[in-house]
């Protein structure tokens, strides 16, 4: 019998994250979320002469967004909708009485006008299309969301909610390669300071099926997206940020348009905050009163 505890056993031990029953659902304690929020303050600091315009949306989207995005054609395993009661006094009699008896009640429920949130960007780009051309600075965004994957594991690092920090920038194809760069070297800067071990690398996102094979490949062989990876809980690092450039697919699948008429390039970072705040516990220990002065420093200086 293997003796050693699991890191997400030990996460669990230590009360830093809350078991519920379901893979990847947790609740988070006080000392995760404060690792969290110091994170993203210095994240915050990094960024703060960037002159991103800051949003936040509820951790949903509306569905008519899923299906336009083409999230359905490329990620349908993933993809979370909400479905609620819709019914009248009978129907309630029956959903009760097959919920007592065991039987399935999830057939009656109705599609609403609301599905969950997949990434922390994917309310701007209809949000930019509908508020016309973009100026000739482009736009800077800074978005934080809770995300949904349907992706249920044991691997502490693959939650089906945690929550996604991202700067996004949308403009010509030289401003948004130059914000992606920008970032990758502050990314290699922060996390060194954190001294967390990382590598950049490149990456592709987990497109479904036969077609998605292809995709994976071309966005892999283009270089579109790269991860920083850091070793966490696994035999292989964890991608814990990404860096993606998505050339103008959100910005003609939106009519996003720079001020000349033609298709704004669009890409973002995103911070992996569960996935941070993990590599943070696993590397420097459970209780963050022990953890490295330097990186106390940074966090709560
Ligand atoms: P992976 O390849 O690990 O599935 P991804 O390529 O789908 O990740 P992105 O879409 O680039 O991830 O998401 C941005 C960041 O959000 C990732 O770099 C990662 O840190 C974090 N993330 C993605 N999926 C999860 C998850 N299931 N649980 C926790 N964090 C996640
Ligand atoms: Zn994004």
Same mark, same amino acid.
């Given at each position: 019998m293997d003796a050693t505890p699991s890191f997400l056993d030990q996460m669990i031990a230590a009360g830093h994250l809350v078991p519920t029953g379901v893979d990847g659902l947790y609740g988070r304690s006080g000392m995760f979320e404060d690792v969290i929020a110091r994170f993203e303050a210095a994240v915050t600091d990094i960024g703060k002469d960037d002159g991103a315009e800051v949003l936040r949306f509820p951790p949903a989207v509306t569905r008519k967004q899923i299906e336009t995005s083409g999230y359905m054609k490329s990620f349908p395993q993933l993809a979370g909708t909400v479905h609620s009661f819709c019914g009248g006094d009978h129907d309630h009699a029956l959903l009760l009485e097959k919920i007592d008896t065991g039987e399935?009640?999830?057939?009656d429920q109705v599609a609403t006008d609301v599905a969950l949130t997949p990434?922390?960007?994917?309310? =701007?780009y209809p949000m930019m299309a509908a508020q016309g051309a973009l100026p000739e600075a482009g736009r800077l965004f800074d978005v934080q969301s809770y995300c949904f994957r349907h992706?249920?594991?044991?691997?502490?690092?693959?939650?089906q909610l945690f929550r996604m920090r991202e700067y996004v920038r949308a403009g010509t194809p030289d401003q948004v390669q130059d914000f992606r760069e920008l970032w990758i070297e502050r990314a290699k800067s922060l996390i060194g300071q954190l001294e967390l071990p990382f590598d950049v690398v490149p990456a592709n996102d987990p497109f479904f099926g036969r077609a998605g094979k292809m995709m994976k490949l071309s966005q892999r062989d283009q270089g579109l997206k790269l991860e920083m990876v850091i070793p966490v809980a696994n035999a292989q690092p964890t991608a814990c940020l990404s860096f993606n450039y998505h050339q103008d697919h959100f910005a003609t699948t939106w009519g996003?348009? =720079?001020?000349?008429?033609a298709p704004a390039h669009t890409g973002c970072v995103g911070f992996g905050l569960e996935r941070l705040a993990l590599a943070l516990f696993k590397h420097h220990g459970l209780d963050v009163r022990g953890w490295p002065a330097g990186v106390r420093g940074l966090l709560w200086g």
């Open positions: 399935d009640w999830t057939q990434a922390a960007c994917y309310p =701007l992706e249920p594991s044991t691997d502490p690092c693959r939650m996003v348009e =720079l001020a000349d008429g």
